[in-house]
């Protein structure tokens, strides 16, 4: 990736130092040695303000970055979909089977226990998805490839962020439902 030694390249030639960049582009020194570093992209807004500050272009800034950020997108959506996959069914199954055995030893503490194993289920699925939100790269290109910033905030202000967790909540309360019927049936069939 190019865009974090041109940031840094920008910054050292105007003798402006990681603090004083990160303030202006309101952001952490952190977060500025992190972009500097290649290890996160700074978002579209904070890319217009470097670009206004360096006197130069969002284009220039990311020149050559576009074919890697698209593949990268790519890439972090199947890998961030697999691995929310894999933790999401995993404390699902392990909800189920507490459930199964405080139901078959009769144990109302168990049973909370499995119930609070669902709800952690539920709310680690709502929290990946709106913490590894793809927003920063699939804007960045939106934007490369002739969309305006306003256009990018109109698009991402018009998503029904609490239509998608509210359908998590209640697609997780059904699968709740049938996991408790089959428990129950499990519960039954073992007595």
Do not use: H
Not at 33 to 61: C, H, M, R
Not at 81 to 94: G, S, W
Not at 156 to 169: C, N, Y
């Amino acid at each position: 990736m190019e865009i974090g030694k041109t940031i840094r390249n920008l910054r050292t030639e105007s003798g402006m130092s990681q603090e004083e960049l990160a303030e202006k582009v309101f952001v952490s020194r952190q977060t500025i040695s992190n972009w500097e570093n290649d290890k996160f992209y700074p978002d579209v807004q904070s890319l217009a303000i470097i670009a206004d500050i360096f006197g130069t272009s969002i284009d220039d800034l990311v020149k050559g970055d576009l074919p890697m950020m698209e593949m990268k997108t790519a890439e972090q959506s199947s890998r961030l979909l697999k691995r929310d996959a894999v933790i999401y069914t995993a404390l699902l199954a392990v909800a189920l089977v507490v459930v199964v055995v405080a139901f078959s030893l009769d144990n109302w503490l168990a049973l909370a226990a499995g119930a609070l194993t669902y709800a952690v289920a539920m709310y680690a699925i709502v929290a990946l998805k709106i913490r590894y939100e793809l927003r920063t790269y699939s804007e960045i290109v939106a934007f490369c490839n002739g969309a305006s910033l306003d256009e990018i905030k109109e698009k991402r202000e018009s998503e029904p962020r609490s239509a998608g967790i509210m359908r998590t909540v209640t697609v997780g309360g059904c699968a709740g439902v049938v996991i408790g019927v089959v428990a129950s049936l499990l519960v039954q069939l073992l007595s």
